[in-house]
């Protein structure tokens, strides 16, 4: 009977919803970039369906309800952008131009890495979208026939790094200017590099938030070109 | 708020079509997002009418994609055995899109005020 009740949506809901909720409530308390609520939640939930014995296609019936949301704040998405592209009025050229090379360089060189040392199509196309925020980098991955649960982790994986290293390696370029610092920031680690970017100024903060967004756009743009160039 | 929700569905859907129309390029979710960021900007939608659902999805972003990623379960295998070139790629391009992102924002807004100071 209790077998009937793990398998059953409402439990598999309640299991997403209180496993976030939990790695919230830690991330709360102790402000450590790795106890992001996703790894919190993904580690808490595997545990349980491991531990209770449900398997993977049962999870993945009950949670479809809350995957499919992740189209809609995708979509959403485009409103954060509009609110936050004043940000950059006058200086459209630079900050697009930027991003713009950020996004190629980042394409390419995960092309030519995975060229070089020979790994399976479904890996590059899993790894092309990994400076765009998850939600877009999961539909990327998805569309191109990756794998979106690896794209999932080293997108995290990346935007880790980035945060930490990230004001680092600026500072050993000369990279001074508040602007660039935030963009270079959000463009190469999305939420994660936003959330340093904060602890840096409001200026860096503002425009790394908006890198997000370019980001994103400019990736989903440049995946199908170089998808047909380099192949 | 449910105002919102049909716009962002409306959206969506616009997006499907779109995608759809140019051979599933791009997925349909960031057509959907692109064409809200395009109405928005020409007056089509009126912020006020989105803002309220929109944040709504976007401030919890991250309870939506936890389903997704815990596909890893059945997939570690593939993240056990090529670690090294997930290290390498994740490591080499974020350094990389950090510094050119950085510098060619950096140089090219100088250069362009420059020139701007210069005409004036």
């Known amino acids: 009977m209790m077998n009937e009740i793990f398998s059953s949506t409402p439990f598999i809901l309640l299991l997403v919803l209180g496993s976030y909720l939990a790695g919230c409530k830690l991330h709360q308390k102790k402000h450590i970039a790795l106890f992001h609520p996703l790894l919190v939640a993904m580690i808490l939930i595997i545990g349980l369906l491991t531990l209770l014995d449900i398997d993977y296609d049962t999870f993945c019936a009950g949670s479809s309800f809350i995957s499919f949301l992740l189209g809609p704040s995708v979509v959403a998405l485009g409103y954060a952008l509009y609110e936050q592209i004043e940000q950059i009025r006058g200086k459209e050229i630079p900050v697009l131009t930027a991003v713009f090379a950020g996004g190629i360089v980042g394409i390419v060189s995960v092309i030519a890495i995975c060229r070089v040392m020979g790994v399976d199509e479904a890996i590059t196309s899993s790894l092309q979208p990994k400076s765009v925020t998850i939600p877009i980098a999961i539909s990327l991955s998805e569309h191109s026939h990756g794998i979106p649960s690896l794209t999932a982790v080293i997108v995290f994986g990346c935007g880790l790094l980035g945060g930490i290293i990230g004001p680092a390696v600026l500072d050993r370029c000369h990279v001074n200017s508040r602007v660039a610092r935030g963009l270079a920031l959000g463009s190469a680690a999305h939420g994660l590099g936003t959330a340093r970017a904060i602890e840096l100024g409001a200026v860096e903060g503002a425009i790394s938030g908006l890198a997000i967004g370019l980001m994103g756009v400019v990736t989903s743009l440049l995946i199908p070109v170089f998808e047909n160039l380099m192949r | ?120």
């Open chain 2, 1 to 120: 708020m449910i105002k919102g929700f049909c716009y962002i569905m409306l959206f969506y859907v616009l997006g499907e079509m779109v995608s759809l129309l140019i051979g599933k390029l791009i997925p349909g979710s960031v057509c959907g997002m692109i064409l809200l960021f395009l109405a928005l900007t020409l007056k089509w939608v009126r912020p006020r009418d989105v803002d309220k659902a929109a944040s709504a999805l976007t401030r919890n972003m991250a309870l939506f994609f936890v389903p997704a990623s815990i596909g890893l379960m059945h997939e570690y295998k593939i993240l056990m055995s090529n670690w090294v070139v997930l290290l390498t790629v994740s490591v080499v391009t974020t350094l990389l899109v950090i510094v050119v992102v950085g510098v060619t924002e950096e140089r090219l807004d100088r250069k362009l005020s420059r020139r701007k100071g210069g005409a004036a």
